[in-house]
């Protein structure tokens, strides 16, 4: 089955204790990205990677990193979370192909709360 | 940059009936695609409609419509014969052409279906 994965989907954490959150996807595509939903603000880039080793800054990176190592993993890292980073976090990917068949998937969210 | 603006943060409808969400858009390109995403109480983003914005014809699914206008920047999402399971909070998004294939988000509405 064709899915975006991702863990934990719930985390408690408290402020400056590192964290990842993974992403795997099983579609082989290139491209994938980190959202983050927020109540009023629906869902905002936080990054994004075009393939292996290619990543970039989307709207709002400040505090979170990322890595593309394999193509099928993108994990969302907070080095030192503070609790304006709780938020829902959801992973996306699709096929780098610019063609409007390509449709972005999900995955089922993580809920992050920092304290 | 492109802008998305959900001007309902709620609407409600009798179940059976007949529902429009409103969204307008606001970009300087002259291809780009737009999509509505459903996200249920599981907080899954999934995928409703999506429309060209080369295309005049207006895309359906189902019980789902769209009414694309280009000149006036307008997306709405028509639902007919509105069912229980079409609660759920509603996403208007943006995907340029060009780019990093993000998609813009507006801030959602949310559909309440009375029995």
């Known amino acids: 089955e064709a899915q975006v994965t991702q863990n934990p989907r719930y985390l408690i954490t408290v402020t400056g204790k590192k964290l990842t959150v993974t992403c795997s996807q099983n579609?082989?595509?290139?491209?994938m990205s980190w959202y983050r939903q927020d109540p009023g603000l629906g869902l905002r880039q936080i990054y994004y990677?075009?393939?292996?080793?290619?990543?970039d800054k989307g709207d709002v990176p400040e505090g979170y990193k990322v890595s593309r190592k394999e193509k099928r993993n993108f994990p969302l890292i907070l080095e030192s979370p503070s609790p304006n980073q709780t938020s829902l976090y959801f992973c996306?990917?699709?096929?780098?192909?610019?063609?409007?068949?390509?449709?972005?998937?999900f995955g089922p969210g993580t809920r992050l709360l920092v304290l | 940059a492109q802008t998305v603006t959900q001007s309902q943060p709620e609407m409600s409808v009798q179940e059976a009936e007949t529902v429009t969400l409103s969204c307008t858009y606001d970009?300087?390109?002259?291809?780009?695609?737009l999509f509505w995403y459903k996200q249920p109480p599981s907080r899954q983003m999934i995928l409703v409609i999506r429309q060209e914005a080369y295309k005049q014809q207006n895309a359906t699914e189902n019980r789902f419509s769209v009414n694309f206008q280009k000149a006036a920047k307008s997306f709405s999402l028509k639902i007919s014969d509105s069912q229980l399971g079409d609660a759920a909070m509603y996403f208007c998004?943006?995907?340029?052409?060009?780019?990093?294939?993000?998609?813009?988000f507006g801030t959602g509405t949310r559909l309440t279906i009375i029995p």
């Open positions: 579609m082989n595509h290139e491209y």
């Open positions: 990677s075009m393939n292996v080793e290619v990543t």
């Open positions: 998004a943006y995907r340029s052409v060009f780019g990093n294939e993000k998609l813009t």
């Open positions: 996306a990917s699709s096929n780098w192909t610019r063609g409007f068949q390509e449709t972005q998937y």
């Open positions: 970009t300087s390109e002259s291809d780009y695609y």
